[in-house]
């Protein structure tokens, strides 16, 4: 799962839930009692408050593939394996050192990695997008939807890496498959 940010308005930091299993993406609100960043549910969810913003960063627990860039590898002669990370030291939690989420909001194009969505192959653009039960992206059907927080403006496609290579058709190797969105909140 990957978040790759094009442009964005505001970038904010919030405190993270303890319990938060954020990957980088997703959409976020805050937990009313505490102030904590937690992930969106669905409109009328156990929470139900607004969303805030697209998380810029991941909490996993250790050890967790969480992302397009992570592969697992061999490791010495042996039968050992491993994700690669981005950050050694933090073990896929990118919030660990500060207790903190990047918050992105105001506006902004991003570039969803697929997984994070549900109806990925359905996106259309102009499509009105909003939150499902797990703060993943989903599709309105309904576009002057009270619930929306973006537009899809690139149905989904593998993204250019720029490594030559034979995945796209431009003769370059793809970092996975996004969906481009432009952020309304």
């Known amino acids: 799962m990957a978040l790759?940010?094009?442009?964005?308005?505001?970038?904010?930091?919030?405190?993270?839930?303890?319990?938060?299993t954020i990957d980088g993406g997703m959409l976020l609100e805050l937990d009313e009692e505490n102030g904590e960043t937690v992930v969106k549910p669905a409109a009328g969810g156990a929470r139900g408050q607004a969303i805030i913003g697209v998380a810029g960063?991941?909490?996993?627990?250790?050890?967790?593939?969480?992302?397009?860039?992570?592969?697992e590898?061999?490791?010495?002669?042996?039968?050992?394996?491993?994700?690669?990370q981005s950050r050694v030291s933090d073990f896929f939690n990118e919030t660990l050192a500060s207790d903190k989420v990047t918050v992105y909001h105001g506006g902004?194009?991003?570039?969803?990695?697929?997984?994070?969505?549900?109806?990925?192959?359905?996106?259309?653009?102009?499509?009105?997008?909003?939150?499902?039960?797990g703060g993943k992206w989903a599709?309105?059907?309904?576009?002057?939807?009270?619930?929306?927080?973006?537009?899809?403006v690139s149905a989904t496609k593998g993204y250019d890496s720029g490594v030559p290579g034979t995945d796209l058709?431009?003769?370059?190797?793809?970092?996975g498959d996004f969906f481009g969105v432009v952020l309304r909140i």
Request: charged fraction near 20%; charge should be negative.
């Open 108 to 133: 902004g194009k991003f570039w969803i990695s697929d997984d994070l969505c549900d109806a990925s192959g359905d996106l259309g653009v102009n499509q009105s997008l909003t939150s499902d039960s």
């Open 4 to 20: 790759i940010v094009e442009y964005h308005v505001n970038a904010d930091m919030y405190k993270v839930a303890n319990d938060a």
């Open 57 to 71: 960063d991941s909490s996993r627990e250790a050890n967790a593939r969480n992302n397009a860039y992570s592969d």
């Open 73 to 84: 590898v061999l490791l010495g002669a042996g039968n050992n394996t491993m994700f690669t």
């Open 139 to 152: 599709r309105l059907d309904n576009d002057i939807d009270a619930d929306s927080v973006a537009i899809c």
């Open 169 to 175: 058709p431009i003769g370059s190797m793809t970092l």
